[in-house]
């Protein structure tokens, strides 16, 4: 294990190496631990883990794989603790690289599970009824975009996440301070990624634990769909500007590598949002009546998008169905109620005198 102080430069270093970071301790009691994502681009979650009276509480936990959890167990024993004790784990949000663990966790060493309520309420949300109803409202939603057969039939693998009958332990919401005696832990909402996304912000330490409201070099993924919020890009933006107003912390984000400037971050992913906005705008007047498929096809993206997998496209297409919903709610565009629906500038004729 490494005890540093720097600003993620070994992280940094790892990333651009395509390594695994090593296991650091941040600062006294608190350590960053890498945990594999196998067969994934982005290769690991980083797990933090804080020394609390009676043992350890972590943010995140990893994917449900054999070796995420040995990855886990054996950066925590780096550490100087044993697996066995972990009390609490805060989740920032509910997908499978952050909360996938959790329960193996729960089981081996009892300890509570804590998440915001909308992710409490969508973890509940896992019977074969609902899944069945899922994939029934995920095909009806992607054939209003207009995709293709084969991205909509990607959906399907994806719906199963989590066993059912799981919960939640401790429901945390905007503000809540977590009960880790020697942390000054508050729970920021910040929904867009997920609805229930959560930061942590540390006052005391000048930290904030940012998930994937904010990585260091992508944007993440925002996506309308039926279990997703109404406006995903509308929450996200104030979400971002709500984080420029947070106390200029040290961003710890849960892939990637750290870094300074929670407030520079922000504003860059508000302006980059802001340039596909207007991408996408400009995409509706050259080629009204189109859907969000065929605007999605239109549109740049960072590889050509008949490259990426259908799971991929599917993610592409929900993505620019969110700013075309922000688009729609400025006035600026309007669909048809064909299915699948069709987008066209709002006409803004002058009244004939
Ligand atoms: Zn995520
Ligand atoms: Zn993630």
């Given at each position: 294990m490494i005890v540093t102080d720097d600003l993620g430069i070994l992280q940094r270093e790892a990333w651009a190496a395509g390594t695994l970071p090593p296991v650091e301790q941040i600062r006294p009691g608190l350590w960053s631990i890498p945990v594999p994502m196998p067969r994934n681009p982005l290769r690991y979650v980083l797990v933090y883990a804080f020394a609390i009276d009676d043992g350890l509480a972590l943010i995140d936990v990893g994917m449900d794989t054999e070796e995420s959890w040995n990855a886990l167990v054996d950066g925590i024993a780096d550490t100087g603790?044993?697996?066995?004790?972990?009390?609490y784990a805060a989740i920032t949000h509910l997908h499978p690289d952050h909360f996938g663990l959790a329960p193996r966790l729960r089981e081996t060493t009892g300890a509570a599970i804590a998440m915001h309520a909308a992710e409490a309420v969508a973890l509940g949300h896992q019977t074969p009824a609902d899944v069945d109803a899922d994939v029934e409202a995920w095909r009806v939603d992607l054939v209003g975009l207009g995709a293709p057969p084969e991205v909509v039939e990607a959906e399907r693998f994806a719906l199963v996440r989590f066993a059912p009958g799981e919960s939640a332990d401790v429901v945390l919401n905007h503000g809540t301070t977590l009960d880790l005696p020697g942390w000054n832990l508050e729970a920021v909402w910040t929904p867009?990624?997920?609805?229930?996304h959560l930061a942590f912000l540390d006052r005391d330490h000048d930290l904030l634990f940012s998930g994937d409201h904010m990585l260091p070099r992508i944007s993440p993924n925002i996506s309308s769909g039926p279990d997703e919020l109404p406006d995903p890009l509308h929450r996200y933006l104030l979400s971002l500007h709500a984080t420029t107003r947070l106390p200029d912390c040290e961003v710890l984000p849960a892939h990637e590598y750290r870094f300074r400037g929670a407030g520079e971050r922000a504003r860059q992913l508000m302006a980059h949002h802001d340039a596909r906005l207007t991408e996408i705008r400009d995409t509706v007047e050259a080629r009204p009546e189109s859907t969000a498929w065929e605007i999605t096809v239109a549109v740049t993206w960072s590889r050509p998008i008949d490259t990426l997998s259908p799971r991929l496209q599917r993610l592409a297409v929900r993505e620019t169905q969110a700013h075309l919903i922000v688009l729609a709610d400025r006035g600026e565009i309007r669909s048809d109620s064909g299915i699948p629906a069709r987008w066209s500038l709002t006409r803004t004729d002058t009244k004939e005198k």
């Open positions: 603790h044993h697996i066995s004790d972990v009390r867009g990624h997920t609805p229930g």
